[in-house]
């Protein structure tokens, strides 16, 4: 697959400018770098509203997406779409003060409201309801998702279904792996019926070590492609792992080696999401928006093409770092960063040769502070850097003993609401695999 791309044009560099006066207006804000290039889509799969544990009503929630430059977006609350009948109590001065936000946005007729003992309830409007508030031709659409929210014992097990036309009843399982597997295998089902394209990405892996490298290697994805969230915008989820847990990168390269060269199965496509909660609060201990996203490559605007172009693999993630140009074809993976003035970049090459060794060696039970469950030991041959280049360009051509290779790009700024302090913008690419 060739992918080619315009220069950037005076217009597109105008609709830069405006972003980042847009931005600098909501200070607490997070990163905005806005889709410059044309056929290129921003957006979020992954963000909670009052329908689920969200501090903020749904419209509120697409309004901070929709006004930072965001092309798409998946509220994806536990267990149910916004649809249905749900009145939501405002028992807190935060949630009072997110009312009082929605009914000045929205305005007083918008926002219906009711008193059960000397308490305010808001009635959720549904999608149906809200949706064409937001939605514009070639500038805004949601699409249908929500996040399917299992529990193992005390492992949480939560996969986003993306352009679901039902919601998914979370599916038990006698193991987390069984688990993992029968949601996913539900969702599938629910695409091969409908005849529309949907996936589903596991998140947080690292979120109570609840799942660990052997579930991902073993999960076999119908459809042909897998995929988890590399990088959640989550306080509480260690994307970076422990002394005893591998990061959520680290996850990806072991999954990659082990699928694409002993299984011969599926690629592992990686995410970034926000799986944001918050929008009322801001900080590093917030679970804000604007923190991760995808940047979808695909000819329109539409849940369907967006959904179809992500399980094609066309798609990158960002924290901050926009590219600028991004090639692959069969042996070359070749990219450029839309390179800001006073800013340098890293650009690394990560992948497995196939001589190096996968096998996996059981660790040493975890200390007492650090619970969940253990993933084997593996070689650091796993996803070694195999060339490192300073600048905003660079170019990898296959030497033919790679089993995958993707690319990731760290910037010289730090990110303006991290994950973790001193966490700088990042871009990270899907892995390109030989063809065999
Ligand atoms: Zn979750
Ligand atoms: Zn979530």
Redesign the pocket.
């Known amino acids: 697959m060739k992918l080619s791309f315009a220069a950037l044009g005076a217009a597109l560099l105008l609709c830069v400018a405006t972003q980042a006066s847009a931005h600098e207006k909501h200070g607490t804000a997070g990163a905005t770098a806005a889709p410059a290039i044309a056929g290129w889509w921003k957006g979020n799969t992954h963000t909670h509203t009052w329908w689920s544990d969200g501090d903020s009503p749904p419209e509120s929630v697409a309004a901070w997406y929709r006004d930072r430059g965001y092309q798409f977006l998946v509220l994806s609350d536990?267990n149910r779409m916004q649809e249905g009948e749900l009145w939501y109590p405002v028992d807190t001065d935060q949630k009072r003060e997110a009312l009082e936000t929605y009914r000045r946005t929205f305005g007083a007729d918008w926002a219906e409201t009711r008193e059960r003992s000397g308490l305010t309830e808001v009635k959720l409007k549904t999608l149906d309801e809200f949706r064409s508030l937001f939605e514009q031709k070639d500038r805004f659409i949601f699409i249908r998702g929500m996040?399917i929210?299992d529990r193992f014992g005390t492992h949480?097990v939560?996969l986003n279904g993306v352009n679901l036309e039902r919601p998914i009843i979370p599916q038990g399982g006698d193991t987390v792996a069984t688990m993992l597997q029968r949601n996913i295998d539900a969702v599938v089902e629910q695409g091969r019926r409908s005849g529309r394209p949907m996936f589903v990405h596991l998140?947080?892996p690292n979120?109570y070590y609840a799942v660990t490298v052997e579930d991902m290697v073993a999960t076999d994805y119908a459809t042909g492609e897998g995929f988890f969230e590399v990088y959640n915008g989550?306080s509480g989820v260690r994307n970076d792992g422990d002394a005893h847990h591998p990061s959520t990168e680290r996850m990806w390269d072991i999954v990659l080696a082990k699928r694409l060269a002993e299984r011969n199965t599926s690629v592992l496509y990686g995410l970034a999401t926000d799986?944001a909660h918050e929008y009322t609060r801001w900080g590093l201990r917030q679970v804000n928006p604007g923190r991760g996203w995808v940047m979808v490559r695909a000819p329109r605007l539409t849940p369907d093409t967006i959904t179809a172009a992500m399980k094609r693999g066309d798609f990158y993630n960002s924290t901050g770092v926009q590219l600028a140009k991004l090639e692959m074809t069969g042996t070359t993976l070749a990219l450029e960063v839309a390179a800001e003035p006073g800013v340098s970049y890293t650009i690394e090459f990560v992948g497995t040769r196939r001589s190096r060794s996968l096998a996996g060696t059981a660790a040493p039970a975890p200390p007492p502070e650090s619970p969940g469950r253990m993933s084997l030991a593996y070689s650091d041959g796993i996803g070694e850097v195999l060339r490192k280049v300073e600048g905003s360009g660079a170019r990898y051509e296959l030497t033919g003993d790679e089993i995958y290779v993707r690319a990731r790009v760290i910037s010289s700024r730090l990110h303006p609401n991290p994950f973790a302090e001193g966490d700088r913008e990042m871009a990270w690419t899907q892995p390109l695999v030989p063809q065999r």
């Open positions: 536990h996040e929210t949480p939560h998140n947080h979120f989550h799986d």
